[in-house]
């Protein structure tokens, strides 16, 4: 299966699709990484790996053939987590990708600003106009992961979510906060995901059924 991390700019994707890789490893679960951003920041953190960190293959596939590329290089019973491009000025690649992805994971910053992107998009819209290309012609399994969250705040997210879900999306329950150890994150950081938020993100999708071995 393809879990693609996406979202309208940049709120938190490269992070959390890098921590999300190491957090289903750790857990048990085969991955394989796809950096499917020009960019190719995914990539680079791979390649300049410490010692033990990343123990699994992240490929390069930031194309709009990623939808005939990526199937191919997923060995059977991998987890693929994808790394899109900010949809806004990557659309093409991220359709590709939304073609094969089972669970798309839209990154949102706790911020009404990020959520204004959302609706400017419009994501929805984005998102259903990929299904008559699809095998199953169905809209990918889509879930709301609020990131980059003030850990002292409290308010704040609980309207981004409460106004997120009246809109009709899936939130996840488990919310990434704006820390260090994530802002951290970069060429020749290791990564140990346990204990991490990651770690109850991996619970989560595995509690809601969206993940198994
Ligand atoms: N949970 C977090 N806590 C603190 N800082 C974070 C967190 N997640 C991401 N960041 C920081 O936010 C910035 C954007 O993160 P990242 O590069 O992962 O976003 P992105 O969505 O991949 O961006 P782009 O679309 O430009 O590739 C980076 O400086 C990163 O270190
Ligand atoms: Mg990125």
Request: charged share 25%; net charge negative.
């Given at each position: 299966?393809?879990i693609?991390?996406?979202?309208p ?18 857990r048990g ?11 190719e ?9 410490p010692?033990?960190s ?6 390069k596939e930031?194309?709009?053939r990623?939808h ?6 997923l060995?059977d ?7 899109c491009g900010?949809?806004?000025?990557h659309?093409?690649?991220?359709w ?5 992805a ?8 706790a911020?009404n ?5 959302m609706?400017e998009?419009p994501?929805?819209f ?14 990918p399994?889509?879930?709301?992961l609020l990131?980059?969250v003030q ?10 979510r ?14 990434i906060?704006s ?8 060429e020749?950081?290791?990564i140990t ?9 991996v619970?989560?999708?595995e509690?809601r ?5």
């Amino acid at each position: 299966m393809f879990i693609a991390t996406i979202s309208p700019r940049s709120t938190g994707k490269t992070t959390i699709t890098a921590w999300l890789l190491h957090a289903l490893h750790e857990r048990g679960y085969p991955v394989s990484g796809f950096d499917a951003d020009e960019s190719e920041q995914l990539y680079h953190w791979w390649e300049a790996r410490p010692e033990g960190s990343y123990p699994f293959e992240v490929h390069k596939e930031a194309s709009a053939r990623f939808h005939l590329e990526a199937p191919k290089k997923l060995p059977d019973g991998h987890i693929g987590a994808v790394d899109c491009g900010h949809l806004e000025n990557h659309s093409g690649i991220g359709w590709s990708v939304l073609r094969v992805a089972d669970l798309a994971i839209v990154a949102c910053a706790a911020t009404n600003s990020d959520v204004e992107r959302m609706d400017e998009l419009p994501m929805d819209f984005f998102i259903n106009q990929v299904i008559p290309k699809r095998a199953d012609k169905k809209r990918p399994e889509t879930w709301v992961l609020l990131c980059r969250v003030q850990p002292s705040s409290v308010v704040a997210p609980r309207g981004i979510r409460k106004t997120l879900m009246d809109d009709g999306w899936n939130v996840f329950t488990t919310e990434i906060p704006s820390v260090q150890k994530y802002s951290s994150t970069g060429e020749g950081v290791p990564i140990t995901a346990a204990g991490s938020h990651f770690d109850e993100l991996v619970t989560e999708l595995e509690q809601r059924g969206l993940i198994k071995k």
